[in-house]
Nanobody
Framework: QVQLVESGGGLVQAGGSLRLSCAASGRTFSNYVLGWFRQAPGKEREFVARIMRGDNTYYADFVKGRFSISRDNAKNTVHLQMNGLLPEDTAVYFC??????????????????WGQGTQVTVSS
């Protein structure tokens, strides 16, 4: 089992920045693929970014150039640096972990463990 706890959400003006963190406990953190997803009211949970065991990263088109995912295996933490925030980025952000060797890492169904989410609100 892996337990994930997000932090760092809040209210920010458009154009501002936030850094989300997700602390993990449980099994060997470095063995997991880690992802960030978000869910706005009335919408499906959608993929934001993921980072592989070897630090390879991939982003949804709508955050490329603005968001950056990173991991610190020594501290069992994954971060999502969000710059140039837009009102449409308002959502609950979730971190997720997968111990699988193969998967569609942009799909929520490839992840086995989820945090409780942290609210990000961007005002215009």
């Amino acid at each position: 089992q892996v337990q994930l706890v997000e932090s760092g959400g809040g209210l920010v003006q458009a154009g501002g920045s936030l850094r989300l963190s997700c602390a993990a406990s449980g099994r060997t953190f470095s063995n997991y693929v880690l992802g960030w997803f978000r869910q706005a009211p009335g919408k499906e949970r959608e993929f934001v970014a993921r980072i592989m065991r070897g630090d390879n990263t991939y982003y949804a088109d709508f955050v490329k150039g603005r968001f950056s995912i990173s991991r610190d295996n020594a501290k069992n933490t994954v971060h999502l640096q969000m710059n140039g925030l837009l009102p449409e980025d308002t959502a609950v952000y979730f971190c997720a972990a997968s111990g699988r060797n193969f998967g569609n890492w942009a799909s929520r169904y490839s992840y086995d463990y989820w945090g409780q989410g942290t609210q990000v609100t961007v005002s215009s």
